[in-house]
């Protein structure tokens, strides 16, 4: 950095933060469109829309890495402080758990595809609606961490709940399908399987809420009065 | 720092990164002690000890955060380059890595307690091997990372797939009780649902060792030749 002048030097430094952040858009943009993707071909029986999903998980690989690279260089070549520096830490934490939406998308395509080979089971109404509020928190979580924006992130975590109890509704329904008729059980099995990947990216939505509540007020909301925040029992039903 | 000498300083930023280390290594034994304690319980149908998994995750929750704070004051107060800092940076990762498993042996602990109100479906061999690999997957990463080991941490992802070939195992059998005998549904669930989260728990092991590979060597092994190295197909049998 010789010879810089330190206004040139914030500058650069606040452009490829601008960047990194620009990336995680991107790539959440992306996984969010992937498992839309995935459950809409599942919804309409559509092999060839699950063949894409399976097909289509290098952008998300290749961004995985470069944003991993480019907060590191921001580490090792700046020395950011305070709010830079959560900012950057969070961006590792956040790719991490993007990487891993991007992962489910294409473990939802794998159900999806075993379960079109069997008659359906039934109408699929919460499955897809399960979808909607997943993708919702994730879009909201992202858009918490660009503009910094606590209250929004609570909400993510707050909405939670929902897909959980939807979660284990579509489950106490599919086990009726499985006890009254053992051709069933397969498909629902891969049915079941589904909503637990659609209730885990709810779960990376709520990571990356948390991780923002502190990136924020650097206030740790994951484990508060001793209990774990992000962890809710695993029930079946 | 000022009026420090530079040794000193040095001295002070290694004895933390070995704090740091050491919080690591505590972390990651408590949670494969969770994990064991989780899967004996459920073999020796020992609700009392399924009881102590659920109220115990208290000092990994502690840990957690604890870790993550140290990371970041490493980063914020010493500005760590090249090796030093991948450490630090993989810390951060392997530290979520670790929670994860605590919160997976209290899922295994939660489905468990639902099994046992149930007559037992099968004699339990697969499922404590899966443990045993898991963990041992668990222990030899976090050794790794501690020596710098890429050798070893390379033969941690080599067993992953024996992990997975048992949980097909364990699905394939169950799913013939199922559609034997519907009174073995639910907790068949529960077993099959058990075998995913041990398979969870090698997926973060090997998370650590991808981790580990890239701080020692700084080269990324995570998706190879455009595919998704730690992401196997997510099939049910």
Partial sequence: MAGESTERVVRHFQEELGLLKERLLAMGGLAEERVRAAVRALVERDAGGLDSVLAGDEPINQLHIDIDNRAFTLLALHQPMAIDLRVIVSALKINTDLERVGDLAVNIAEAAGRYLRHRPVKALVDLPRMAEIAESMLRDALDAFVRRDVVLAQDVLDRDDRLDSLKSQVFRELLAHMMAN????????????????????????????????????????????????????????
Same sequence: chains 1, 2.
């Fill in 182 to 237: 053992p051709a069933t059980i397969e498909p629902s099995l891969d049915l079941i399987l589904i909503s637990r990947h659609l209730e885990r990216i709810g779960d990376h939505a709520t990571n990356i809420a948390e991780d923002i509540i502190f990136m924020v007020s650097a206030r740790d909301v994951r484990h508060p009065g001793g209990r774990d925040f992000g962890r809710k029992p695993d029930r079946l039903a």
